[in-house]
């Protein structure tokens, strides 16, 4: 953006985010939440993220809801094609990307431990009960039924049962991130963690709900995708090992959180499958909403019948890299 500020003439660069009106991933969706959790987080300046400039809630001015945020130099790694596979992280020596790894952990954890009264109350929803574990599984109940929109979907619906009826105690409340992957990180030229991106799944919880999506989301990536990780990032053991130091306590329930995680990716593969169909790039009668990884992994967790991934799913993959998803 070039202007004029005090007799001269300035450039600065500058990023619009529209919300996708109509095809939202996420129940409630409101770009306002991304900027405000850009606002709440410059007043911690140890987790980094884009200053917030301005944020639109009128469609009128380009169509849809928009925000305005600063560029930040740096780079994401990427998830097409598979970071594990070619890009600019696997181009790096091996000691740097278990480092670039620890560091996105470090931040994580970091970002866990600040006092969520700090800035972002904005986050409680108290209709749908207190900060924590209720309020987090409350939402994800709802945006569950808003997004099968009254279709059974039998292992999912189990899956719900199961982790309402299952759900730990005394647990924290920390603000979190809500899609926690090294997709959504800038790293800076140095390799540090220049900023924390993309905020729609924001929320009070669990630490360990975020941590549980990194952790799937890697498997996603790599055991689920028939690829081995990339030589030089570290295992999962040193990843929860990582963040519980840096956590300052140690993780509890993990296998009850990657549940959880693959439940919320099922409702993500929900509604980009419907976006998808809507567009006329998937049929209607696909089978990904119910043979996906997310859903096989779930089965397998309850011991119900296996829904391994089929051409719909494939299809759904596609999808989302043309979109850039």
Same mark, same amino acid.
């Given at each position: 953006?070039?202007?004029?500020?005090?007799?001269?003439?300035?450039?600065?660069?500058?990023?619009?985010?529209?919300?996708?009106?109509?095809?939202?991933?996420?129940?409630?969706?409101?770009?306002?939440?991304?900027?405000?959790?850009?606002?709440?987080?410059?007043?911690?300046?140890?987790?980094?993220?884009?200053?917030?400039?301005?944020?639109?809630?009128?469609?009128?001015?380009?169509?849809?809801?928009?925000?305005?945020?600063?560029?930040?130099?740096?780079?994401?790694?990427?998830?097409?094609?598979?970071?594990?596979?070619?890009?600019?992280?696997?181009?790096?020596?091996?000691?740097?990307?278990?480092?670039?790894?620890?560091?996105?952990?470090?931040?994580?954890?970091?970002?866990?431990?600040?006092?969520?009264?700090?800035?972002?109350?904005?986050?409680?929803?108290?209709?749908?009960?207190?900060?924590?574990?209720?309020?987090?599984?409350?939402?994800?109940?709802?945006?569950?039924?808003?997004?099968?929109?009254?279709?059974?979907?039998?292992?999912?619906?189990?899956?719900?049962?199961? @982790? *309402? &009826?299952? $759900?730990?105690?005394?647990? /924290?409340? #920390?603000?979190?991130? %809500?899609?926690?992957?090294?997709? +959504?990180? !800038?790293?800076?030229?140095?390799?540090?963690?220049?900023?924390?991106?993309?905020?729609?799944?924001?929320?009070?919880?669990?630490?360990?709900?975020?941590?549980?999506?990194?952790?799937?989301?890697?498997?996603?990536?790599?055991?689920?995708?028939?690829?081995?990780?990339?030589?030089?990032?570290?295992?999962?053991?040193?990843?929860?090992?990582?963040?519980?130091?840096?956590?300052?306590?140690?993780?509890?329930?993990?296998?009850?959180?990657?549940?959880?995680?693959?439940?919320?990716?099922?409702?993500?593969?929900?509604?980009?499958?419907?976006?998808?169909?809507?567009?006329?790039?998937?049929?209607?009668?696909?089978?990904?909403?119910?043979?996906?990884?997310?859903?096989? @992994? *779930? &089965?397998? $967790?309850?011991?119900?019948? /296996?829904? #391994?991934?089929?051409? %719909?799913?494939?299809?759904?993959? +596609?999808? !989302?890299?043309?979109?850039?998803?």
């Amino acid at each position: 953006m070039a202007y004029e500020a005090d007799g001269e003439h300035r450039e600065r660069a500058l990023v619009i985010r529209r919300q996708l009106a109509g095809t939202d991933l996420f129940l409630d969706a409101d770009i306002r939440l991304p900027h405000r959790m850009m606002e709440a987080l410059a007043l911690h300046p140890h987790i980094p993220a884009p200053r917030a400039l301005g944020v639109e809630p009128d469609p009128a001015p380009i169509g849809s809801p928009f925000l305005v945020m600063e560029a930040i130099e740096g780079r994401v790694v990427d998830q097409v094609p598979n970071y594990n596979v070619e890009g600019w992280l696997a181009d790096l020596p091996i000691e740097q990307r278990r480092e670039i790894w620890l560091r996105a952990i470090g931040t994580l954890a970091r970002l866990h431990r600040i006092d969520w009264r700090q800035g972002f109350s904005f986050l409680d929803d108290r209709q749908r009960g207190e900060p924590g574990i209720d309020q987090f599984l409350a939402w994800t109940r709802d945006w569950y039924i808003w997004a099968k929109a009254g279709r059974r979907l039998e292992v999912a619906d189990a899956a719900l049962d199961y @982790l *309402m &009826a299952n $759900k730990p105690r005394d647990t /924290d409340v #920390s603000v979190l991130w %809500g899609d926690p992957t090294p997709a +959504n990180m !800038m790293f800076g030229p140095d390799l540090s963690v220049a900023a924390l991106i993309d905020f729609e799944m924001a929320s009070l919880g669990p630490g360990e709900a975020d941590l549980a999506w990194w952790l799937e989301a890697e498997e996603n990536f790599s055991t689920l995708s028939g690829v081995a990780r990339l030589e030089g990032l570290p295992s999962r053991a040193e990843i929860i090992a990582h963040y519980e130091a840096e956590r300052g306590r140690p993780v509890a329930d993990l296998d009850y959180y990657s549940m959880l995680a693959w439940f919320r990716m099922n409702i993500v593969g929900i509604r980009f499958s419907d976006r998808l169909v809507g567009e006329g790039r998937m049929p209607a009668g696909t089978d990904v909403l119910t043979n996906n990884p997310a859903t096989m @992994l *779930m &089965a397998r $967790k309850l011991g119900m019948p /296996d829904a #391994s991934p089929g051409e %719909g799913f494939m299809a759904m993959v +596609n999808g !989302m890299a043309g979109a850039g998803a």
